[in-house]
């Protein structure tokens, strides 16, 4: 008795669940074809052949549903970057105690550096919300991106921490260095907008910006060089891999 009227609900259940993923799909393809102000529920329920009242069911508003796509593009970032920090670190060779340390930056650096080629639409996504400015999100649902977001900045702040533990960089004047670190790689990621060609060699740009950034916290110049270089010889090696957004 209990197993015949649990099994209807679990099954609605399993539907809504997969719905909501075909409007987030859906949200995607929208913002990735024509921009975040091509997204409205409207156009969004248009899409998907159903009413607005429908649309409403599963995203409060925009804002929510906006707030989601950011935490989505940041969550597989992130969780990229998992997967191919180890991979391309065993590329590395044998590290000592310094180097691993080393590695640990110039790695997230590399990243950064082959995911707007590699991961085309996660950069554009990403790139749009980030430029937003906050207007497509309002504060109620800022919450959840702004944890997802730390969970970013937790990585490259354990990794510039393991390499003053390390001594890699200086001890000293460590406040913010998380933020500098994210936000001169988000710049030097702008250009990836720009005609290709405006900044000539752009990937080489990007890794010397950030041994410059670096140095200047006590880095040694020609160390990170040398392991900025094993980073990109690893990434040609062990390609970034992420499945389609939509």
Known sequence: ????????????????????????????????????????????????????????????????????????????LTTTFNDAAPRWQAEMGRLDAKGKAEAGLTLLVEFAVRVPKALRDDFFLQQLLLTDGGRSIMAEDQATVSEAADSWMKIIDERLSEAADAGVLDKANKAQRASKFAATLNGASLFNNLPE??????????????????????????????????????????????????
Do not use: C, H
């Open 197 to 246: 060609g405006t900044v000539k060699d752009l990937d080489g740009f990007t890794r010397s910006l950030m041994v410059d950034l670096l140095s200047a916290w006590g880095g040694d110049a020609k160390r990170l060089t040398r392991s900025a270089a094993k980073a990109a010889a690893a990434a040609d090696k062990s390609k970034l891999a992420a499945p389609a957004l939509a």
């Open 1 to 76: 008795m209990t197993q015949a009227t649990e099994a209807p609900t679990t099954g609605r259940a399993a539907n809504r669940v997969r719905k909501r993923q075909e409007y987030i799909d859906t949200a995607i393809r929208i913002v990735l074809n024509g921009g975040l102000e091509a997204l409205t529920m409207q156009a969004l329920a248009r899409e998907m052949g159903a009413a607005v009242g429908t649309a409403y069911t599963y995203f409060a508003s925009k804002s929510a549903l906006v707030a989601e796509l950011q935490v989505l593009a940041i969550g597989r």
